[in-house]
């Protein structure tokens, strides 16, 4: 058994057990996966429609993580902590351990869509409101 089936088993059985029963989670790492191996095409087929309006190519959206989000563009680990409700948006927060060792959580803010859960919207959180 081989290509993108193949391909496709192999990424999923890399993924932390508990991204594997939640889809929502498995787009957050799907996403960073891709930003890991320069496929910003694939990154962005992640993004939510009003986030590819933003942005309108792959590559000015690929350019924005590399700049603005070093950490999700090369992690060195990522860990998925709480879920909820803000505001009727669902929010998973995410701590992101950076090449460094420094560690930041980045609040991403979800969508259902047609195609499944994408990203809406990803927000730094300040080191003071890890408990926020």
């Not at 996403?31 to 933003?54: H, L, M, T, Y």
């Not at 929010?91 to 869509?113: K, N, P, S, W």
Request: no cysteine; glycine share 10%; proline share 6%.
């Amino acid at each position: 058994m081989r290509g993108p089936a193949f391909a496709f088993l192999l990424a999923l059985a890399a993924l932390p057990a508990q991204a594997q029963d939640n889809p929502l989670q498995s787009t957050i790492l799907n996403q960073i996966e891709a930003f890991k191996a320069d496929d910003f095409n694939r990154a962005f087929s992640f993004a939510s429609p009003v986030i590819k309006g933003i942005f309108g190519t792959a590559d000015n959206f690929g350019m924005m993580v590399r700049n603005g989000y070093p950490m999700v563009h090369r992690p060195a680990e990522v860990q998925m902590l709480e879920q909820r409700q803000v505001s009727g948006a669902t929010v998973q927060r995410v701590l992101i351990t950076d090449a460094q060792g420094r560690g930041h959580v980045l609040d991403y803010q979800m969508v259902e869509t047609p195609d499944g859960w994408q990203i809406n919207g990803v927000t730094l959180v300040p080191s003071g409101g890890l408990g926020a």
